[in-house]
């Protein structure tokens, strides 16, 4: 089968053995794929991504070829009695091109059109945003597997719909490919807040903000650092909604996103130092700023700084992405395992070991291991000649929760994210509710301790108090500390007890 003299040459040449190199392995790996179930996200990069870019390259050098040849040809450097570039289908030669060519371009534009859908879906995947640059990726991506969006992919928060928001965050997405292969990426990485898709774009597709949300009960187990690991149980009544369903979201903690009320605040680009605040009641278009006047004196935050709307992403701010911190997964793990919570002093061996930061992951585990088992064979070596067996698989049981919650090559731990719900390790509500925020009037973004929820019950587990749940306990501090959890942000003592 004879082709155009057009086509003899080498950059022609070169364009066929890549693009049938290409598409062979293309093929190779399809069959990998699909008949032997190889489920790789690298496999897939090279299938859907790697090995058609590298098809279409060789389909682009083989006409340039073609057309380099034929100009040599038509100047006569190599004068033939034949007719350049006529489409005479009588000749062979052109009619076997012609039908080479149309093969191939019927096949590749249906391929196309498979391909790039599979390209879509794949880029658009889980396993390409959170396993292929796993060295960076890890923390979030494991962190993702433990959430309560586990089934939401990243695109569907990180993405979400439309062309503009697709187009952009591809070339995000090369950006950061770039950095990856350069090894250029900061640790830990920076927390996309300013150009993250608005909430009400991602978050309201799924949450139908109007939906009322009733109080939920919310009962925690701690652990205190003595001997005995003194459980104390808190249970909080939460006010997310108003008293009453019927009432929708006029009053509680999702009054905030009521459609009639508008909350714009002034911050810092981290957002965790909030020092103005504007309420608008939309009805009736009456406005009510809110300043600390202390922090508002500061230079670096200046006046200048433009308001943002609140919205979910101003509490709800780890959706999916929650590092918790030390002494929050060994109460858990206390709570979860009463083995562990009757080993003498393991909270407090726990938190002296969790407290260091560590420069890589093995370290962290060798280390964690040393300084709990040295801890007793030091101070209670009696315990750890009779219990020693238990405080070693208590230990793997920490060090797992260790790796779901810190990455120390990414420098990524609790406090390198602030969480903006609560108030016990970061500001979070306290950040507008710390009775500092004053209105014209004198109002005040108020701190009361049953705003937000009502303590229904309190105590050490052997003498809980209870009271019924339309009821409200004082608070009372699990170690006498005095009224300093009055006067004092929780968080300012709370974020560095175990530092
Ligand atoms: C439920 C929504 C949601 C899903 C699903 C989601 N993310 Fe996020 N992600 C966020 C939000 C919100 C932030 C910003 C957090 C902040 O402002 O503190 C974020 C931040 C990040 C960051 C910046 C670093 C950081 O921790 O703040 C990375 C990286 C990231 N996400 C990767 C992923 C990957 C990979 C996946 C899928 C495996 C994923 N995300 C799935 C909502 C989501
Ligand atoms: C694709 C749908 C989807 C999107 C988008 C989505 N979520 Fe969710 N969300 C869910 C599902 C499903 C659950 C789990 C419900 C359950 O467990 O009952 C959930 C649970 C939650 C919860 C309850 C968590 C808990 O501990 O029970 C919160 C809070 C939440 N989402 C906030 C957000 C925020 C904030 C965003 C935007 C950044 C968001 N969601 C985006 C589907 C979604
Ligand atoms: C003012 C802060 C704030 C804002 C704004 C906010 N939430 Fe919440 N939300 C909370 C708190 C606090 C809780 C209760 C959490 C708890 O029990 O620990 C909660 C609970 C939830 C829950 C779980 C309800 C349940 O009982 O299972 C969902 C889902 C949720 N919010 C979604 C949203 C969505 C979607 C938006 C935006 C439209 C939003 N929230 C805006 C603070 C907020
Ligand atoms: C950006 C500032 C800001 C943040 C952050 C904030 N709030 Fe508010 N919140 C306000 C303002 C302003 C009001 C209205 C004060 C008033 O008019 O008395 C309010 C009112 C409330 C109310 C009373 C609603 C009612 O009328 O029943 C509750 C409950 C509440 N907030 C809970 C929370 C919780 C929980 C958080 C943290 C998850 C939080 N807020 C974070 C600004 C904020
Ligand atoms: C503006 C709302 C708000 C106010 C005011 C508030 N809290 Fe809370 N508090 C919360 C939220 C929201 C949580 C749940 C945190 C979470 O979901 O992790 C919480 C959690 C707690 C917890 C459980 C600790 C934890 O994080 O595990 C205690 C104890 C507590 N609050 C006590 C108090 C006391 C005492 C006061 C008064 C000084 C107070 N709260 C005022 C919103 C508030
Ligand atoms: C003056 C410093 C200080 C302030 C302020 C403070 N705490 Fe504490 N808190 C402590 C100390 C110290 C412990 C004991 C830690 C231990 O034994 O592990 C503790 C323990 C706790 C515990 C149980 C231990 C655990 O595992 O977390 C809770 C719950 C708690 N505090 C809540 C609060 C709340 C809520 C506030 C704010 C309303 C607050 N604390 C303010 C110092 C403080």
Same mark, same amino acid.
Request: hydrophobic share 35%.
């Given at each position: 089968?004879?082709?155009?003299?057009?086509?003899?040459?080498?950059?022609?040449?070169?364009?066929?053995?890549?693009?049938?190199?290409?598409?062979?392995?293309?093929?190779?790996?399809?069959?990998?794929?699909?008949?032997?179930?190889?489920?790789?996200?690298?496999?897939?990069?090279?299938?859907?991504?790697?090995?058609?870019?590298?098809?279409?390259?060789?389909?682009?050098?083989?006409?340039?070829?073609?057309?380099?040849?034929?100009?040599?040809?038509?100047?006569?450097?190599?004068?033939?009695?034949?007719?350049?570039?006529?489409?005479?289908?009588?000749?062979?030669?052109?009619?076997?091109?012609?039908?080479?060519?149309?093969?191939?371009?019927?096949?590749?534009?249906?391929?196309?059109?498979?391909?790039?859908?599979?390209?879509?879906?794949?880029?658009?995947?889980?396993?390409?945003?959170?396993?292929?640059?796993?060295?960076?990726?890890?923390?979030?991506?494991?962190?993702?597997?433990?959430?309560?969006?586990?089934?939401?992919?990243?695109?569907?928060?990180?993405?979400?719909?439309?062309?503009?928001?697709?187009? !952009?965050? !591809?070339?995000?997405?090369?950006?950061?490919?770039?950095?990856?292969?350069?090894?250029?990426?900061?640790?830990?990485?920076?927390?996309?807040?300013?150009?993250?898709?608005?909430?009400?774009?991602?978050?309201?597709?799924?949450?139908?903000?109007?939906?009322?949300?009733?109080?939920?009960?919310?009962?925690?187990?701690?652990?205190?650092?003595?001997?005995?690991?003194?459980?104390?149980?808190?249970?909080?009544?939460?006010?997310?909604?108003?008293?009453?369903?019927?009432?929708?979201?006029?009053?509680?903690?999702?009054?905030?996103?009521?459609?009639?009320?508008?909350?714009?605040?002034?911050?810092?680009?981290?957002?965790?130092?909030?020092?103005?605040?504007?309420?608008?009641?939309?009805?009736?278009?009456?406005?009510?700023?809110?300043?600390?006047?202390?922090?508002?004196?500061?230079?670096?935050?200046?006046?200048?700084?433009?308001?943002?709307?609140?919205?979910?992403?101003?509490?709800?701010?780890?959706?999916?992405?929650?590092?918790?911190?030390?002494?929050?997964?060994?109460?858990?793990?206390?709570?979860?395992?009463? !083995?562990?919570?009757?080993?003498?002093?393991?909270?407090?061996?726990?938190?002296?070991?969790?407290?260091?930061?560590?420069?890589?992951?093995?370290?962290?585990?060798?280390?964690?291991?040393?300084?709990?088992?040295?801890?007793?064979?030091?101070?209670?070596?009696?315990?750890?000649?009779?219990?020693?067996?238990?405080?070693?698989?208590?230990?793997?049981?920490?060090?797992?929760?260790?790796?779901?919650?810190?990455?120390?090559?990414?420098?990524?731990?609790?406090?390198?994210?602030?969480?903006?719900?609560?108030?016990?390790?970061?500001?979070?509500?306290?950040?507008?509710?710390?009775?500092?925020?004053?209105?014209?009037?004198? !109002?005040?973004?108020?701190?009361?301790?049953?705003?937000?929820?009502?303590?229904?019950?309190?105590?050490?587990?052997?003498?809980?108090?209870?009271?019924?749940?339309?009821?409200?306990?004082?608070?009372?501090?699990?170690?006498?500390?005095?009224?300093?959890?009055?006067?004092?942000?929780?968080?300012?003592?709370?974020?560095?007890?175990?530092?």
């Amino acid at each position: 089968m004879k082709l155009p003299r057009s086509f003899y040459n080498y950059t022609s040449y070169l364009g066929t053995i890549i693009s049938v190199i290409a598409w062979a392995t293309l093929l190779f790996f399809v069959v990998l794929i699909y008949f032997f179930g190889i489920d790789n996200v690298y496999f897939d990069l090279y299938t859907f991504i790697v090995t058609p870019a590298f098809i279409v390259l060789g389909l682009i050098i083989i006409p340039f070829g073609m057309y380099r040849k034929n100009k040599k040809l038509k100047e006569g450097i190599q004068v033939s009695n034949e007719k350049l570039l006529i489409l005479n289908l009588r000749d062979s030669k052109t009619r076997n091109a012609l039908l080479i060519f149309s093969t191939i371009s019927i096949f590749f534009i249906i391929s196309t059109i498979v391909g790039s859908y599979k390209a879509f879906h794949y880029t658009e995947s889980v396993e390409f945003c959170g396993k292929l640059c796993h060295k960076v990726m890890t923390p979030e991506y494991v962190a993702y597997q433990n959430s309560p969006h586990a089934r939401v992919t990243c695109a569907e928060c990180h993405v979400g719909e439309g062309a503009d928001f697709y187009v !952009k965050s !591809k070339m995000s997405g090369m950006r950061q490919v770039y950095k990856y292969t350069m090894g250029t990426w900061p640790t830990p990485i920076e927390t996309p807040i300013q150009n993250l898709r608005p909430a009400r774009e991602t978050c309201e597709k799924c949450h139908w903000p109007q939906k009322f949300y009733t109080n939920s009960l919310r009962s925690e187990k701690y652990f205190l650092a003595d001997s005995a690991n003194t459980e104390w149980d808190i249970v909080l009544n939460m006010r997310v909604g108003a008293n009453h369903q019927a009432l929708g979201l006029t009053g509680g903690i999702h009054w905030h996103i009521n459609p009639d009320v508008q909350i714009d605040y002034k911050a810092n680009t981290k957002r965790d130092t909030i020092y103005w605040v504007k309420i608008t009641n939309k009805k009736t278009g009456v406005e009510t700023v809110y300043k600390d006047d202390e922090l508002v004196a500061k230079p670096e935050l200046s006046a200048k700084m433009e308001a943002r709307g609140m919205d979910c992403m101003d509490c709800h701010n780890r959706p999916s992405h929650e590092f918790r911190s030390p002494s929050k997964y060994v109460n858990e793990l206390l709570a979860g395992q009463n !083995k562990i919570a009757g080993i003498p002093w393991f909270k407090s061996a726990a938190m002296e070991a969790l407290k260091l930061p560590y420069s890589t992951t093995d370290s962290a585990k060798t280390e964690i291991k040393n300084k709990i088992v040295k801890f007793y064979q030091e101070k209670y070596p009696d315990l750890y000649k009779k219990s020693g067996k238990e405080i070693l698989l208590a230990i793997n049981d920490v060090e797992t929760e260790y790796l779901k919650n810190a990455f120390p090559e990414m420098k990524v731990t609790y406090s390198a994210y602030p969480r903006h719900i609560g108030h016990l390790e970061t500001n979070g509500c306290f950040r507008c509710h710390n009775n500092k925020f004053k209105s014209p009037s004198g !109002k005040v973004i108020s701190k009361d301790c049953n705003l937000c929820h009502t303590i229904v019950a309190q105590g050490k587990s052997d003498s809980i108090k209870y009271i019924g749940i339309n009821g409200a306990l004082g608070f009372i501090h699990p170690i006498d500390i005095g009224d300093a959890w009055k006067e004092t942000n929780c968080m300012e003592c709370h974020n560095q007890l175990y530092q």
